[in-house]
Nanobody, 122 residues
Framework: QVQLVESGGGLVQAGGSLRLSCAAS????????MGWFRQAPGKEREFVAAISWSGGSTYYSDSVKGRFTISRDNAKNAVYLQMNSLNSTDTAVYYC???????????????WGQGTQVTVSS
């Protein structure tokens, strides 16, 4: 069992930056693919970014590519999402997820955090 806790969300002006953190406990995540998803009001949860167990491979949705960076520190059992050049379309609850392998769909992940709100004001 893996417990995930996100932090770092908040209110930021358009063009600003935020860094989300995801702390894992219960078991090591060093062998797991990790992902970030987001869900805006009235919309389905969507893929944002993912990283392989080693950190050697990263994946991004087209909407965040070039602006967001996913990274991980297996020694700290943590995953991060650096978000730059934020705009109003990035407003959502952001979720961290862990899975057996890297995936792009919600159903490919087994463990989820409770989410952290990111609000971008224009």
């Amino acid at each position: 069992q893996v417990q995930l806790v996100e932090s770092g969300g908040g209110l930021v002006q358009a063009g600003g930056s935020l860094r989300l953190s995801c702390a894992a406990s219960g078991r090591t995540i060093r062998s797991h693919g990790m992902g970030w998803f987001r869900q805006a009001p009235g919309k389905e949860r969507e893929f944002v970014a993912a990283i392989s167990w080693s950190g050697g491979s990263t994946y991004y949705s087209d909407s965040v590519k070039g602006r967001f960076t996913i990274s991980r520190d297996n020694a700290k059992n943590a995953v991060y999402l650096q978000m730059n050049s934020l705009n109003s379309t990035d407003t959502a609850v952001y979720y961290c997820a862990a899975g057996i392998r890297v995936g792009f769909r919600v159903d490919e992940y087994d463990w989820w955090g409770q989410g952290t709100q990111v609000t971008v004001s224009s």
